[in-house]
């Protein structure tokens, strides 16, 4: 069979029906072995573990193949003859997710929901946001449809406005295999135990903490534009360049316009990649003006086919400079050989705070892609303020008759919190800190469980009394609830 055989024929078209673990390792080993992908260590330990039943917790490094291993596991389901799931907090990630298992299964076995679209929703296989499947699942309950669920990064867990629909499945779906995934889990032995007591399955962590792609990390006290220059010079881009606002990634693409970072021949790539292209917005005609230098623009403000554009053209190699958000910590796959963070504080919603170390080594993580590069780079700079008054006192050094004229700068009164090579040591040399629960009680949750088959009123009691909050949280969600319920019955929704 030629290779171009062997990629028409897709997975669905290949899968026995039947459980034996061994015939389907094989088969999928072969499939992979027709694309050139040969299996590590952790990823082959995995797969066992999901067809033999096991729920997986996969806690390996970004870039080492969970992706692989997901796919192995719906291939599992599909020849058991069960639906699954996948999930991811963002869209981008949904939808790339969605066309990589449509060519691996074939369009007509797997599907899309999420709050814009749906796209053959019966299908085998469902590409969705996480909350699409916590509310599907509170509305349901066992009776979801789904006997695997791939729970894709899974470190939202801890999100505090978010992590409650990554837990919500978890409690509610005690028929389904899981798998969670994220290269920065921290420690996970709770999570095995809590589905093994709901759901008589066993489960394992398969953990690894070699990169395929080695990180490089270098504290730079240069200012930003030389950090840029000097990477770009010595071929380490693409550069994905942090920010934590996105008027900052705007300014900051702007600034670089006056880089020539491309040549003639890639910048009439550029024109002929763009052509016919709708730039119809003022975003679109900045970003039109930014790529044309090589620069792209990567964040959620943007239309999804501005960043789809974005996505493309730096995968062609095509931008040597992305400035972006702390959005590309989730796993689209975009090639970056360096990560370059502007600062090391970002504004939560609170206060300005330094980051964690789960934050820091998941943006991080960007770096270097397998298949890509033999080594990823991240580089963070030192505070401006700090910067400007190294250099003047390096002036000071060189004259000292200028001592008399040296004002150092003061860091910025808001929006800063400070950071140093010390701090910075911490981030590289840190592991992820534990997951905290953030289970949440919302009109929505209490409807959604009233409305299920059976008896709702008792289901919900259930939820509030076994989740994986502590026993005073338990009480401020019941509290809630009983105040929640009591209002929509005297708005006479629920009877």
Same mark, same amino acid.
């Given at each position: 069979?030629?290779?171009?055989?062997?990629?028409?024929?897709?997975?669905?078209?290949?899968?026995?029906?039947?459980?034996?673990?061994?015939?389907?390792?094989?088969?999928?080993?072969?499939?992979?072995?027709?694309?050139?992908?040969?299996?590590?260590?952790?990823?082959?330990?995995?797969?066992?573990?999901?067809?033999?039943?096991?729920?997986?917790?996969?806690?390996?490094?970004?870039?080492?193949?969970?992706?692989?291993?997901?796919?192995?596991?719906?291939?599992?389901?599909?020849?058991?003859?069960?639906?699954?799931?996948?999930?991811?907090?963002?869209?981008?990630?949904?939808?790339?997710?969605?066309?990589?298992?449509?060519?691996?299964?074939?369009?007509?076995?797997?599907?899309?929901?999420?709050?814009?679209?749906?796209?053959?929703?019966?299908?085998?296989?469902?590409?969705?946001?996480?909350?699409?499947?916590?509310?599907?699942?509170?509305?349901?309950?066992?009776?979801?449809?789904?006997?695997?669920?791939?729970?894709?990064?899974? &470190?939202?867990? $801890?999100?505090?406005?978010? !992590?409650?629909?990554?837990?919500?499945? *978890? /409690?509610?779906?005690?028929? %389904? #295999?899981?798998?969670?995934?994220?290269?920065?889990?921290?420690?996970?032995?709770?999570?095995?135990?809590?589905?093994?007591?709901?759901?008589?399955?066993?489960?394992?962590?398969?953990?690894?903490?070699?990169?395929?792609?080695?990180?490089?990390?270098?504290?730079?006290?240069?200012?930003?534009?030389?950090?840029?220059?000097?990477?770009?010079?010595?071929?380490?881009?693409?550069?994905?360049?942090?920010?934590?606002?996105?008027?900052?990634?705007?300014?900051?693409?702007?600034?670089?316009?006056?880089?020539?970072?491309?040549?003639?021949?890639?910048?009439?790539?550029?024109?002929?990649?763009?052509?016919?292209?709708?730039?119809?917005?003022?975003?679109?005609?900045?970003?039109?003006?930014?790529?044309? &230098?090589?620069? $792209?623009?990567?964040?959620? !403000?943007?239309?999804?086919?501005?960043? *789809? /554009?974005?996505?493309?053209? %730096? #995968?062609?190699?095509?931008?040597?400079?992305?400035?972006?958000?702390?959005?590309?910590?989730?796993?689209?796959?975009?090639?970056?050989?360096?990560?370059?963070?502007?600062?090391?504080?970002?504004?939560?919603?609170?206060?300005?705070?330094?980051?964690?170390?789960?934050?820091?080594?998941?943006?991080?993580?960007?770096?270097?892609?397998?298949?890509?590069?033999?080594?990823?780079?991240?580089?963070?700079?030192?505070?401006?303020?700090?910067?400007?008054?190294?250099?003047?006192?390096?002036?000071?050094?060189?004259?000292?008759?200028?001592?008399?004229?040296?004002?150092?700068?003061?860091?910025?009164?808001?929006?800063?919190?400070?950071?140093?090579?010390?701090?910075?040591?911490?981030?590289?040399?840190?592991?992820?800190?534990?997951?905290?629960?953030?289970?949440?009680?919302?009109?929505?949750?209490? /409807?959604?469980?009233?409305?299920?088959?059976?008896?709702?009123?008792?289901?919900?009691?259930?939820?509030?009394?076994?989740?994986?909050?502590?026993?005073?949280?338990?009480?401020?969600?019941?509290?809630?609830?009983?105040?929640?319920?009591?209002?929509?019955?005297?708005?006479?929704?629920?009877?």
């Amino acid at each position: 069979m030629t290779d171009a055989a062997a990629q028409a024929i897709t997975l669905a078209d290949r899968i026995p029906v039947g459980t034996d673990p061994d015939l389907l390792l094989d088969l999928f080993v072969d499939w992979a072995a027709e694309r050139n992908l040969e299996l590590y260590e952790a990823q082959e330990e995995a797969i066992l573990e999901l067809l033999s039943g096991t729920h997986v917790v996969l806690a390996t490094p970004t870039g080492s193949g969970k992706s692989l291993v997901a796919t192995a596991a719906h291939a599992a389901a599909m020849a058991r003859g069960e639906r699954s799931i996948y999930t991811a907090p963002i869209k981008a990630l949904v939808s790339e997710k969605f066309f990589a298992l449509a060519r691996d299964f074939g369009p007509e076995h797997v599907g899309m929901v999420t709050g814009d679209a749906s796209v053959n929703p019966g299908a085998p296989i469902i590409c969705a946001t996480a909350e699409i499947l916590a509310h599907q699942t509170l509305r349901e309950g066992a009776e979801c449809p789904f006997g695997l669920v791939v729970a894709d990064e899974f &470190h939202f867990y $801890g999100d505090p406005q978010r !992590g409650w629909a990554w837990q919500v499945p *978890l /409690l509610e779906l005690p028929n %389904a #295999q899981f798998l969670l995934m994220s290269a920065t889990l921290g420690p996970t032995a709770r999570f095995t135990e809590d589905l093994t007591r709901r759901t008589g399955r066993s489960a394992v962590t398969v953990a690894g903490t070699v990169r395929p792609v080695p990180l490089t990390f270098e504290y730079r006290e240069t200012p930003l534009h030389e950090s840029i220059t000097e990477l770009v010079d010595v071929d380490r881009a693409p550069v994905y360049i942090v920010h934590f606002t996105q008027k900052a990634a705007s300014e900051k693409a702007q600034d670089l316009c006056s880089l020539d970072v491309l040549t003639k021949d890639e910048k009439a790539a550029v024109r002929s990649e763009v052509g016919g292209f709708r730039f119809d917005t003022p975003i679109g005609k900045d970003l039109k003006r930014f790529i044309g &230098h090589g620069i $792209g623009l990567h964040h959620a !403000g943007m239309l999804p086919r501005y960043r *789809l /554009l974005v996505e493309k053209l %730096a #995968q062609a190699g095509l931008l040597k400079l992305i400035c972006g958000t702390d959005t590309l910590g989730v796993g689209v796959n975009v090639p970056i050989r360096t990560v370059l963070f502007t600062q090391l504080c970002k504004y939560d919603g609170v206060s300005t705070r330094l980051l964690g170390n789960r934050e820091f080594a998941q943006i991080s993580g960007r770096a270097g892609r397998r298949g890509f590069d033999d080594e990823g780079h991240v580089w963070v700079q030192a505070p401006v303020h700090w910067i400007e008054n190294r250099r003047a006192e390096a002036k000071v050094v060189a004259d000292p008759g200028k001592k008399k004229k040296l004002v150092k700068k003061k860091p910025p009164d808001r929006g800063y919190a400070h950071w140093n090579e010390e701090s910075y040591q911490k981030l590289v040399d840190g592991t992820p800190e534990p997951l905290i629960s953030s289970f949440d009680v919302t009109h929505q949750m209490v /409807l959604n469980m009233l409305s299920r088959p059976g008896d709702g009123r008792q289901d919900m009691k259930r939820l509030l009394l076994d989740n994986h909050e502590p026993r005073d949280r338990q009480r401020h969600h019941i509290r809630r609830a009983i105040g929640i319920y009591r209002s929509l019955r005297d708005a006479g929704v629920i009877v």
